[in-house]
C-alpha cells in the first residue's frame, strides 16, 4: 500500500513557476514509476510526466521544455517543476504511484493559472 499526498499547487500569474511535490510512503518506492497527471474542467484526466523507477522521463506533448519531473528516493518524494506557466495549464495536479497491478493516486492539488 502507498499513500501519496501533493503539495505546492496555487495561484500564478502567467509565465511564472511553481514545483510540486509528492509525498510517498509505503515500502518499495524506489520500485515505482510515479507520475504526474491533471485534469481540467470538462476534460479528460491526461498525463503530465512520468519518471520510472530507473529515472527515464516521459512528458506530455503539452508540457515539453517546460515542465521537469523528478524524484528523490532518499526522502520518497517526487517533484514536478513547472516553468513558463500559461493559462491552459490550470488544473487539479494529481500523482501517480503504479508498479504492475498496483496503482495509486493523491488527492490532487490545483494550479491556477491567471493575471
Known amino acids: 500500500q502507498v499513500q501519496l499526498v501533493e503539495s505546492g499547487g496555487g495561484l500564478v500569474q502567467p509565465g511564472g513557476s511553481l514545483r510540486l511535490s509528492c509525498a510517498a510512503s509505503?515500502?518499495?518506492?524506489?520500485?515505482?514509476?510515479m507520475g504526474w497527471y491533471r485534469q481540467a474542467p470538462g476534460k479528460q484526466r491526461e498525463l503530465v510526466a512520468l519518471?520510472?523507477?530507473?529515472?527515464?522521463?516521459n512528458y506530455g506533448e503539452s508540457v515539453k521544455g517546460r515542465f521537469t519531473i523528478s524524484r528523490d528516493n532518499a526522502k520518497t518524494t517526487v517533484y514536478l517543476q513547472m516553468d513558463s506557466l500559461k493559462p491552459e495549464d490550470t488544473a487539479v495536479y494529481y500523482c501517480?504511484?503504479?508498479?504492475?497491478?498496483?496503482?495509486?493516486w493523491g488527492q490532487g492539488t490545483q494550479v491556477t493559472v491567471s493575471s
Open positions: 509505503g515500502s518499495m518506492f524506489v520500485r515505482y514509476y
Open positions: 519518471i520510472t523507477s530507473g529515472g527515464g522521463t
Open positions: 501517480n504511484a503504479n508498479r504492475f497491478r498496483a496503482d495509486y
